[in-house]
């Protein structure tokens, strides 16, 4: 059973959480914004660039499937801890492996690391974010993943300030990898021991086993399932916008580069303002309501950006399109918590379905805008959004017969 916490130590647990989701997206930005030097510091080609890429997809893939394995073992607090500190490794082995050693065979291990490390975390952090959630009472999820925004806001902005400077990547990286270990320690002392995060608990050591057992239930459960098609399909149109919607606007738009940055930055200030903001309206109409009508707004908005004959309507449907994607992850993530007692099991594997979709869905849309052109492939997200809100309904809050109940 967990101990209660003191308002005090329920504060910085909160704080230390907010901290590893900024700590996550300040990580990707570094890199995203420093891929143009690191290409041409390791003078290779976009082929090249496209298989660092794809390996440390795979890697964040693996990172994803393998955490509940990971917390089996360590518990969330402990997990956290690891991963960050591994993640921050490889940013720093990627700065080393570009400027200073000139060594594409050392930044794919620094790849490695960064994706298997940022990978687990997505989930531990999240498992820990819900138990949160569940002892506020209140819906807060979203405001951790607008930190995430946020994160990678700081990382963009310190990237291009780095590259204003003539700071190279290994300067760059180097600096950004001591932040995030520094993060990690201090944060790690601020999370408390949770046994519905399976922390170890003292003078108790079960069965890892056991454990393991308890972390891949909620796979046997439909519930489970429902739920990850909700967040399939806004996982789907978040990763899509990301890597597709500056481009769809830039060449298939005609509208130039800058102009499809522009309309990316319009979706994620709509994302990061809903996320920000949002949790109060569901409160007040409930998770399924909300779901529904930001399902709805979703396909409208991507509907629009495809269809649209116009600069304007295009920056609308962008940023419908931002304001529809906006929560259905977190929210599927506080429906898989309903049950304190699973939300561990049920949270992970809600978010390796979420996050795999997040990750591995944006280059099968670009396997798939080859052959029918990437506008007319942004309907599948428009139909993935549908569907999301037809199951929103397995987002329900449980009843009390339905939860586990407590020894």
């Known amino acids: ?15 230390a959480i907010f901290a590893i989701f900024l700590a996550s997206g300040l990580s990707i930005a570094t890199w995203a914004s420093r891929v143009p030097d690191i290409k041409i510091a390791l003078g290779i080609d976009n082929a090249q660039m496209g298989l660092l890429l794809l390996g440390m997809g795979i890697s964040s893939i693996i990172g994803i499937s393998t955490s ?4 089996a073992r360590t518990g969330a607090r ?15 082995l990627i700065g080393l492996g570009t400027n200073l050693l000139g060594s594409v065979p050392l930044v794919i291990v620094g790849l490695v690391l960064f994706g298997l490390g940022n990978g687990s975390l997505d989930v531990m952090m999240n498992v820990e974010a819900t138990a ?4 506020m009472g209140k819906t807060i999820l979203p405001v951790f993943h607008a930190f995430f925004s946020f994160g990678t806001v700081i990382g ?3 990237g291009a300030l780095m590259v204003q400077l003539g700071v190279n990547v290994t300067g760059h990286a180097l600096l950004v990898s001591v932040v995030i270990a520094a993060l990690a320690v201090v944060c790690f002392a601020n999370v408390p021991t949770r046994e519905a995060v399976l922390d170890p608990q003292p003078h108790e050591k079960p069965r890892w086993r056991e454990r393991m057992h308890t972390a ?11 739920l990850g098609i909700v967040m399939l399909g806004m996982s789907f149109a978040e990763g899509g916008a990301n890597d597709w919607l500056a481009l769809g606007v830039a060449e298939d738009h005609h509208a130039g580069p800058a102009m499809g940055a522009a309309a990316l930055a319009t979706f994620s ?19 399924v309501v909300v779901l529904r009508v930001l399902a709805l707004t979703a396909a409208a908005g991507i509907l629009l950006f495809i269809l649209a004959p116009n600069a304007p309507l295009i920056f609308v449907g962008a940023a419908l399109w931002g304001v529809g994607a906006s929560l259905g992850f977190p929210l599927g993530m506080s429906a898989a918590a309903d049950d304190p007692a699973k939300a561990a099991a049920r949270v992970s594997a809600a978010a390796t379905i979420g996050y795999v979709a997040f990750l591995g869905g944006p280059p099968i849309l670009g396997f798939i805008s080859n052959h029918i052109g990437l506008l007319n492939t942004l309907f599948i997200l428009v139909v993935l959004a549908a569907l999301s809100g037809l199951f929103s309904g397995a987002a329900r809050p449980l009843r009390a017969d339905e939860k586990t109940p407590v020894a």
Do not use: C, K, N
């Open 68 to 71: 509940p394995a990971v917390m």
């Open 1 to 15: 059973m967990d101990t209660a916490l003191t308002p005090s130590q329920f504060a910085r647990w909160r704080a």
């Open 269 to 287: 200030v709509a994302m990061t303002v809903v996320r920000v903001f949002g949790g109060p309206l569901v409160d007040r109409f409930g998770r």
């Open 216 to 226: 891949l239930a909620a796979w046997r459960e439909p519930r489970t399932y429902f």
């Open 132 to 135: 949160i959630e569940q002892q």
């Open 78 to 92: 402990l997990g956290m801890l690891v991963t960050m500190l591994s993640f921050a490794t490889g940013v720093a």
């Open 156 to 158: 963009a902005a310190a």
